[in-house]
């Protein structure tokens, strides 16, 4: 859990109020001098990142009164003193932290329940197997007698889903297939793709602690984020090795439809 009640509660009204939280007088704003336009994207830039971890720990202040503390306390006009303002954030922050491990808790016992579940039912699917690590994996396609070794850099198009089958990565959305050295992943995939050769296609089912244990991953665009305790379902196409001069690399489903076009 992240700790970043003192720079949000201090700085959140400045940052909401810079980025134009009232929705009123944004219109009213015209950028033309390069002063204001240094002002105006370092408000932005702030709104940004507060917003963002505001959103995160589901923090929601009243926008009225939050651009009021801020207005009136610039013009020196606070209805706080300062001791007031400590006390009162010093709380706020002790609830928020509170709240936000107990969501944590909340998150990490749901998604325990549901990947246990859903590891179950797929290790009775056919050709499913386990691994001493407790990696699930379907070879869909065994690929050529080429596997890399942990210390390849591979080339792969993969789809990352939950369990409950929510998208949270794909390189096929991204349209250019991913390259990375398999010993920088994670423990599911380092195992994983070493499985196949080149040119094959596995599906992996990765309990937490061969993904990413209780860390919580924020969602990206359209893609959901990763909660704590996830289990993780990739489907996986292993493209290349990078620097293998003599790979039969087979394409991918995506580059055949492509080149038929």
């Not at 810079?18 to 370092?42: F, H, N, R, V, W």
């Not at 709240?99 to 579940?117: C, I, M, V």
């Not at 990696?135 to 080429?146: C, K, N, T, V, W």
């Not at 080339?155 to 990565?169: E, M, N, P, Q």
């Amino acid at each position: 859990m992240k700790s970043l009640i003192k720079m949000t509660l201090v700085s959140s009204a400045i940052v909401l109020a810079l980025a134009g939280c009232d929705d009123k007088k944004s219109s009213q704003i015209t950028i033309s001098t390069d002063a204001q336009k240094e002002a105006y994207a370092l408000g932005s830039s702030f709104a940004t990142y507060m917003k963002t971890n505001l959103e995160q720990n589901e923090i929601k202040p009243d926008q009225e009164y939050l651009i009021s503390g801020f207005n009136e306390t610039f013009r020196d006009a606070s209805q706080l003193s300062k001791d007031d303002v400590k006390t009162i954030l010093d709380a706020f922050g002790k609830r928020i932290q509170e709240e936000s491990k107990a969501r944590f808790e909340k998150e990490k016992t749901e998604n325990t329940a549901a990947g246990d579940k859903f590891r179950e039912e797929f290790a009775k699917q056919d050709g499913v197997k386990k691994t001493k690590s407790g990696l699930l994996y379907q070879i869909l396609e065994e690929g050529s007698d080429r596997h890399p070794t942990a210390e390849d850099t591979v080339i792969v198009h993969y789809t990352g889903t939950l369990t409950d089958g929510r998208k949270f990565d794909s390189s096929y959305d991204r349209g250019e297939p991913a390259t990375f050295p398999l010993n920088g992943v994670i423990k599911g995939w380092t195992e994983g793709i070493q499985l196949i050769g080149v040119g094959g296609k596995i599906k992996l089912v990765v309990p937490p602690d061969l993904a990413y244990g209780d860390q919580s991953l924020p969602g990206q665009e359209d893609k959901a984020g990763i909660q704590p305790a996830s289990t993780l379902v990739f489907e996986v196409e292993l493209l290349g090795i990078d620097g293998d001069k003599n790979q039969e690399s087979k394409p991918s489903q995506k580059q055949l439809e492509q080149s038929a076009q």
